[in-house]
């Protein structure tokens, strides 16, 4: 379909204004949206200023075009002038305004279709097109013929009515595109919002995947520890518990055979398994809960703790106690400080020498903490047993066999929940000095740097 509507002669600036006007109505009867009937008589009035301004006069034809099964609204603008010689190299510079070739450059990015024939005979032509929406209105031979009547019979033009009215047409393109802008900036705005909280998520997400597998970690760990502390303590429990049993067998034998003797013997050494069954469970259940209180704390003076530890203990009368008279007071919590002192003493009164045993108790006060050792004259703990001896029943030092081995377990494990350390001191056969550290910062009516 390629079907010629209206020609209109260009030679003054009138006719200028009447060829965007026609250009706006023709491609509104098209069914353009409003952006591009702007674009499209914009570029139409562009190229036939440059007609008027360097020829002073041409001609401008609308048509409907097809091409390759698409419908084109056509114009086509010609002049009878000296040609365009470096037209193709003007197309391809970027535009500058007020440059030659300015208004060429523009109008090309305004229609789907721009050619350009120009030479010094037939001067210069000039074919823009612009695409008709599919959904277009119906447009036939009798609709065109009515179009063009419609133009025939249009009264003659108001050049101030019709520049006001494309002014008002490009304020109302200017305000549509500033609320499209307003719209885009809100979208952006919008986004980067959401970029931003989500950045927010993945990072709290990574840092939630990063604890659980730390907990995961740990409770591997725990789950390890339980493990080897429920092999463990059914193996050691399962000793004391054969030892009863085997010895109440034997009472009962002894008082078949009225053997009351004997059977006053086994009863003494079945007293002294179940004291042993009795120490063990009550020193499993003191390691299963240290460290694990939510306890208040209170002023609590070491030199009467300790002294009340000593007083439950069985000192023997051969072994000497020394006690720094100067111990400080503490505000911490105070089942912690028996349990960790209690055990330590116990331990020093257990293996220190039997006939001329000494104990000392002492402590040093540094920036940040405070250390305090318990000595003893006992047989002392080899080197490859140092470390090993403070972990749950493996107390197995050939020179110190004869414990439960939770008690010093139970002290390492209060140690860890104040955050210090604990250790052992000793050159294997000239008694052992147990020595650990406690925050000093818990010291009272002291100010610690």
């Known amino acids: 379909m390629d079907k010629d509507i209206i020609r209109i002669e260009i030679q003054n600036e009138l006719d200028v204004v009447l060829a965007y006007k026609r250009a706006m109505q023709l491609s509104g009867l098209c069914g353009m949206a409003s952006a591009n009937q702007t674009k499209f008589a914009t570029a139409v009035s562009e190229i036939c200023r440059n007609v008027l301004e360097h020829v002073g006069q041409g001609l401008i034809k609308f048509s409907l075009a097809e091409d390759k099964g698409r419908l084109f609204l056509e114009g086509f603008v010609s002049d009878r002038g000296r040609g365009i010689p470096d037209f193709p190299q003007i197309l391809d510079r970027a535009p500058q305004e007020g440059h030659k070739g300015s208004g060429l450059i523009n109008s090309k990015k305004l229609v ?81 919002r959401l970029n931003e909280e989500l950045q927010t998520s993945n990072q709290e997400i990574g840092k939630l995947l990063q604890e659980r597998s730390v907990a995961n970690q740990d409770l591997q760990k725990i789950n390890k520890e339980l493990d080897q502390f429920a092999h463990v303590v059914s193996h050691d429990l399962k000793a004391p518990l054969y030892n009863i049993i085997a010895l ?105 020498n039997q006939e001329n045993g000494t104990i000392s108790i002492n402590y040093r006060q540094e920036k940040k903490y405070l250390e305090f050792a318990i000595a003893d004259n006992g047989p002392g703990i080899p080197l490859a047993d140092q470390e090993r001896i403070f972990r749950i029943f493996e107390n197995s030092s050939l020179h110190r066999n004869t414990s439960s081995g939770i008690g010093l377990s139970i002290v390492d494990k209060i140690i860890k929940v104040k955050g210090t350390a604990v250790w052992v001191e000793s050159k294997g056969s000239a008694g052992a000095v147990f020595k650990f550290t406690w925050p000093a910062n818990e010291l009272v009516n002291s100010v610690v740097a």
């Open 112 to 192: 789907e279709s721009f050619v350009i024939q120009s030479d010094s005979e037939k001067g210069t032509r000039v074919q823009l097109r612009k695409l008709i929406p599919a959904n277009h209105p119906p447009i036939n031979n009798s609709i065109i013929k009515g179009w063009v009547e419609y133009f025939d019979s249009e009264k003659e033009l108001s050049p101030y009515a019709e520049i006001k009215n494309q002014n008002m047409q490009l304020i109302e393109l200017l305000e549509e595109l500033r609320l499209k802008n307003i719209q885009t900036e809100t979208q952006l705005s919008e986004i980067t």
């Open 248 to 352: 109440s067998g034997i009472i009962e034998e002894c008082l078949q055979m009225q053997n009351l003797s004997e059977a006053v013997s086994s009863i003494g050494m079945l007293n002294e398994q179940a004291n042993h069954l009795n120490k063990l469970i009550t020193d499993i259940l003191l390691y299963s809960t240290a460290g694990r209180h939510n306890l208040p704390r209170k002023e609590i003076n070491l030199n009467t703790l300790i002294r009340n530890i000593l007083a439950a203990h069985p000192v023997k009368a051969t072994t000497k106690v020394y006690l720094q008279p100067d111990l400080p007071t503490l505000f911490s919590e105070e089942i912690y400080l028996q349990q960790v002192f209690g055990n330590l003493i116990s331990n020093a009164c257990k293996y220190t």
